[in-house]
Structure formats: C-alpha cells, structure tokens
C-alpha cells in the first residue's frame, strides 16, 4: 500500500501565521511564502541546513545557488558589496523583481551553500507586503528560489505549491496569485560591466535607461561554467512537449493564444504583456493537466516583458535533459 500522502499545511498570511512562519523559519525549518513574482520557497539564508533542505526539497542541483531575499536595501550591506551602481538601482526598483548579483562581502553570514560556493551572492528586495513582513518576522535574510520542484514550471497560486512540494515545506502562507507572474530580472554587478544573467520583471529597456549604458548580455549556451544555472537549456518545463510559434494548434494539441485569437487558453486577448506575463505559468499548468499530446504556442513579441516570457518559453520547449 503506498502511504498517504502528508497535506501540505496551507495558511491565509494574517499575523498570527506569519510569527507562525518566522518562528519555522528560526528554527530550520522551510516556509513558501507569495512574492509579486512566484511563490518563494523560504529558508534562513544564514543557516547551512536550512539551505540544504530547500536544496533537498527542490530536487535542486547544488551547483545552482540561491537568491537571498532582504526587507529593506540597508539589510543587503552586510551580506554583499554594494557599489554606487547597485545603490542607485536598489534606490530605483526596490521593493522589486531585480535581483543583483555582488561580491561576496568578507564575513558576510550567508551560507556558502547558498550561494553554491561562488564568490558572489545574489540579493533581492521582493515587493509583496507578505514577503517582507516573514523575512521581518524570521529576522534574517531568506533563501528563497521558486517553491516547485526543480525544472518545472514556477508556481504563480499557493496550490501549485502545495501540488509540487506537498509536505516538503513545514507551511504555505497564502497571498493569492502573484502580480508579476514571471521571475525577477537577474543583472550580475560583479564586473566592469552590468551582465543581464535572466530576463524577468525589471525590462532590460528600463534597465538600461536608469544605467545609461547598454546591458551585456549572458552567452544562453555557455554549459561550461553557467555563470547563472537558471540558464540550464530545460527549464520551467511542463510534462507535456511544447512547440512554439504556433500559427495553429495540430490535432490533439492545446493552443496557448496570444492577441485577438482563438485558443484553448489565451495569455491576454488584447496582447498585453503584463497581462501575459502574469497568466503565463498558471496557464500553462492548466493545458498541461488536460487530455492534449502537446502545448502549441503563439508567438509574444520580443520586447519589454516580452523577453522574459519568450525566455521561459524558450526552456520550457528546450529538448528535455533531467540527468
Ligand atoms: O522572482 C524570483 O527571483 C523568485 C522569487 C521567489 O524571489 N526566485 C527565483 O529563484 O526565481 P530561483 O532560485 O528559481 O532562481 C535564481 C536565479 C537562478 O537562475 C540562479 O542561477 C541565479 O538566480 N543566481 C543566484 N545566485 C547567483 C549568483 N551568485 N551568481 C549568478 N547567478 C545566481
Ligand atoms: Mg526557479
């Protein structure tokens, strides 16, 4: 007989589930929490074993590190470096989905395992009053990559993440879906240059216009040394094949639409970005859980949030290589 599985504990965020959470999380143990992009799969980042359990929960290889997530810009000081450059856009899009990636300061109490033995670390302030106050409660930075087992599609509801995890995290805290709906922009400050590593929430346009300079941007295809292994070609996949650029669906397929056409789903009729951005994950969860032999898509520009999303796209119909 197989064994019944344990219900993952869901919670409406209210105060009393959020000291709930942050005594967890003191204690090792791992909470999902909403942010404006997915849902967080939260850990003390300052605590070996808690990050190792987020690492275990995940199916996470360890060479992928993590994003440490802070409640205000003066709380990254003491864990990375932070120059003038990342000052101003800490200033310019935080609380938001910007992540910056900086050295390492000495002594920081970040685990080395989160940042998977790099010499930087990649910090972010999310812009969800439930994330800041549980990083508040816990009363230290969290360790918190996308609550989904890794290589799948990032949850954008509580129940995808009770879906994917289960009882592998101690709590859920539940805040509805997620506004952004795609992860954050991951821009690397380590060098000379700034380097977009992942397109997400922040536009590279925007990006680009506070920096006053054009973004270098990550070789896609660099699998000898993945400066941001979110950049592994599978990604974000669902168990079905998806196949993009679909003008139309073939027989037995689900289409994904995009603007003012017919499809078993559509990510925004009037072809809004935003609004495509923040269905896309939940969208396709649905298509992927019906009776269909592949998930077509149709073309999204490739502009603004358009980036991001043809990037998920992009990974979540990249041949599959789960090793
Ligand atoms: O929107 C988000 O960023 C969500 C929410 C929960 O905040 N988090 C998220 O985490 O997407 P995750 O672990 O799924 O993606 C983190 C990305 C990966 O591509 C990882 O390789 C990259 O950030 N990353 C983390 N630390 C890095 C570092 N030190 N250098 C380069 N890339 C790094
Ligand atoms: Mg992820």
Known sequence: MNPVPVPA??????PLSLAEGGRLLREGRLVAFPTETVYGLGGDATCDRAVAAIFEAKGRPGFNP??????????????????????????????GPLTLVLPRRAGSPVSLLAS??????????????????????????????SANRSGAVSPTLADHVADSLGARVALIL?????????????????GPRPCLLRPGGVTAERLEAELGEPLLRAAARDRTAPKSPGMLDSHYAPALPVRLNAATAAAGEALLAFGPHPGT??????GNLEEAAANLFAMLRRLD???WSAIAVMPVPEHGLGLAINDRLRRAAA???RR
């Open 174 to 190: 539940d805040g509805g879906p997620c506004r952004v709906g795609v992860e954050s922009t991951v821009l690397d400050l380590t």
């Open 265 to 270: 789903l559509n990510l925004s009729p009037d």
């Open 9 to 14: 504990l869901i919670e409406p965020a209210c």
């Open 319 to 321: 041949p599959r290589d």
């Open 116 to 145: 998977a033995g790099l010499d930087s670390i990649a910090v972010r302030m999310p812009d969800h009053p439930v994330a800041l106050d549980l990083i508040r409660a816990a009363g230290r930075p969290l360790a918190a990559p």
């Open 66 to 95: 993590l994003i440490v997530h802070v409640a205000d810009p003066a709380a990254a000081e003491p864990l990375v470096e932070v120059d003038d450059r990342a000052r101003r856009l800490m200033a310019r899009f935080w609380p």
């Open 289 to 291: 859980a019906g009776d």
